[in-house]
């Protein structure tokens, strides 16, 4: 007459045990701190004066920051975007034409799928200077293009060996920028603080 007793009781633990688990698991879920959505991220570099960092992002892009500088850097599972809040950083962008690149500079700003590119915010104008590819260069507030079209295509477009100088006071319309193109001596002296070089000339 015991035994039917004892297995109802072990019945009891087990269900006893099971509702517990169930019970601990429903807790940590809801108490575990929430996990970035796949691709996300967000990062804030600075440099002091004399200071460089490089930084592989996630997506194997590489960034590059020049002294007494600051990036912000937020990814989603869209687009990556990040901001020059002052000074000068340099972008190597790795290729994903379904999630566009964005480097914004005060009104500035700069889209890329794959390609290397240079950003400087000066106190009168934000420097563009394409080393690898072809970027646009857009009015981040009002949008629009602060290129001209290319004769050749008809697209607004910034590509390597060109400069784009937009001033700070004035971006407005879609021929704001100023664009020559840049010898390759030229570029290797604007990048020469990548390899802790000075230059003069």
Known sequence: LLAPRRRRSHRALW???ALTAAAAVTFLALAWPRVPA???LRQNVVTAV?????TELPDGSILQVNTDSEVDVSYTATERRVRLVRGEAHFTVAKNPDRPFI???GQVAVRAV????NVRMRSSAVEVLVTEGKVQVNDSVEGGSLLMPQAATGTPLLVAGERALIPTQAVTGRAAASVSPVEPAAVGRALAWQERRLEFY
């Open 15 to 17: 269900t006893y045990a």
């Open 38 to 40: 796949p691709g996300g």
């Open 50 to 54: 004399g200071v460089l960092q490089r």
């Open 103 to 105: 480097v914004s500079a």
């Open 114 to 117: 794959g390609t290397a590119f």
